[in-house]
Each structure stands twice: as structure tokens, then as C-alpha cells.
């Protein structure tokens, strides 16, 4: 079976531009999350999103957004980018949140890593 | 407050040798679960283990091992005869049926030949 796959894989843009970033999560998972991973760092929650509403939202401005497809697809889109910006961006897949039964573990993709110049 | 602590920055060892990598949690809650991630420098985090708040018991996966004690909220992850493969970023992670995970800041295990 396939794993979370992300894409672009890897981006370079320049500050006040926009970018979107895509997830596909493993077949059956209805549940997507997305990280930031600054280098140094532990990777830091944005968003969640369970049957295509969303579920939570960390301390990020609102430049971040995020939405959840029919296929429960996601795409993190972030506008009017900064140069802290740049980080590697992680999406990861679970089949429903909550703490029951090993259903809430997150299989994270390769990640998109993002360079604002 | 929740809050997941990797004191251990860097480690290194020479091949075979055994690494214990440390994780201390602080949660009020009394269901969560542990999680610990590799973090290869491809940047994948892979899932190698999880526990649940009710279940103390350590175990052994191979090379592998646990040690869950809530008296002292550590979590700790031992590999034993370590090999350059084990190379990699470990990431502790502490869940409490929310929306998200909390990461320590990860701690670098650098194996040597």
C-alpha cells in the first residue's frame, strides 16, 4: 500500500508570494494533519482535518489555511509568505483522531521542503 | 500544560555499542499516548512505536526496546548493538486525544563506524 505522499517535494519562493502545498494520505485515512519543521527543530502542529472539517488549528497566523477534499486529499496553502517561513512542511494521515485502538497513529509523508528568498 | 522534553541534543557511539535516547512528558491527562519517530535525513518521520497511557508493560522489537514508567513520566528508547543505519533524528511524541501531536525537539543519534 501506498504512503502519504506530498508534493512538491521540494520549493522556492520569494517573500509576499503564495504557495500551495498538496497531501494524499494513505488509502482508508480519513484524517489529515500538517506540520512545520523548522531545521533544528520538533515539528510544530498547524492544522488537523477529519472528514473534511477542521478539527484544530495551532498558534500559526492566518496567512495559513487549509482545506480537506472528497478524497480526503489536503492542500496547505500559505500566503503572503516571510522568510520564516522556510521549513520543511509534513502531512500526516490517521484513520480517525480520538484515543482508542491505534487509530489516531500519524503516518507522516516526505514532507515539501519550502526556501522563501 | 503539555510539554514533551529531549535533553539529549546529540549522541554519538561507535557501532554496537547500546544508546538509551531520553523522553520526559507532562500531560494532566490521564489517557494519552507515546510515540516515538526516526527521523532519517531523507526527512520522513517513520512511526516506530506507540503506547497507551494504561499500558506500562515494556517490551523488545528486535534491536529495540522500551521503557514506559508514569511514576517519573519517561519514556525511554533503547537501541541495543546500534549500526550505522540507526543514524537519524529521534523524535518523541506525546498525544492526549486532541487534534495534535506535541514533539520534543529530537535528539541526533549519530552512529560510527
Known amino acids: 500500500d501506498a504512503g502519504v505522499t506530498q508534493s512538491p517535494t521540494h520549493l522556492i519562493k520569494t517573500r509576499g508570494q503564495q504557495v500551495t502545498l498538496r497531501c494524499s494520505p494513505i488509502?482508508?485515512?480519513?484524517?489529515v494533519s500538517w506540520y512545520q519543521q523548522v531545521l533544528g527543530q520538533g515539528p510544530q502542529f498547524i492544522f488537523q482535518?477529519?472528514?473534511?472539517?477542521?478539527?484544530g488549528r495551532g498558534n500559526f497566523p492566518d496567512r495559513f489555511s487549509a482545506r480537506q477534499f472528497p478524497n480526503y486529499s489536503s492542500e496547505l496553502n500559505v500566503n503572503a509568505l516571510l522568510l520564516g517561513d522556510s521549513a520543511l512542511y509534513l502531512c500526516?494521515?490517521?484513520?480517525?483522531?480520538?484515543?482508542?485502538?491505534?487509530?489516531?497513529?500519524?503516518?507522516f509523508g516526505p514532507g515539501t521542503r519550502l526556501l522563501v528568498l | 500544560a503539555q510539554k514533551v522534553t529531549q535533553a539529549q541534543t546529540e549522541i554519538s557511539v561507535v557501532e554496537k555499542e547500546d544508546v538509551t535516547l531520553d523522553c520526559v512528558y507532562e500531560t494532566r491527562d490521564t489517557t494519552y499516548y507515546l510515540f516515538w519517530y526516526k527521523q532519517p535525513p531523507s526527512g520522513e518521520l517513520v512511526f516506530l512505536i506507540r503506547?497507551?497511557?494504561?499500558?506500562?508493560q515494556n517490551e523488545i522489537s528486535g534491536r529495540y526496546s522500551w521503557n514506559f514508567q508514569k511514576s517519573t513520566s519517561s519514556f525511554n528508547f533503547t537501541i541495543t548493538a546500534s549500526q550505522v543505519v540507526d543514524s537519524a533524528v529521534y523524535f518523541c511524541a506525546l498525544y492526549t486525544g486532541t487534534y495534535k501531536y506535541i514533539f520534543g525537539t529530537g535528539t541526533r543519534l549519530k552512529v560510527l563506524a
Open positions: 500526516a494521515s490517521s484513520q480517525e483522531p480520538g484515543t482508542s485502538g491505534g487509530e489516531e497513529t500519524q503516518y
Open positions: 503506547r497507551n497511557s494504561f499500558d506500562e
Open positions: 488509502s482508508g485515512h480519513k484524517s
Open positions: 482535518y477529519y472528514e473534511k472539517e477542521e478539527r
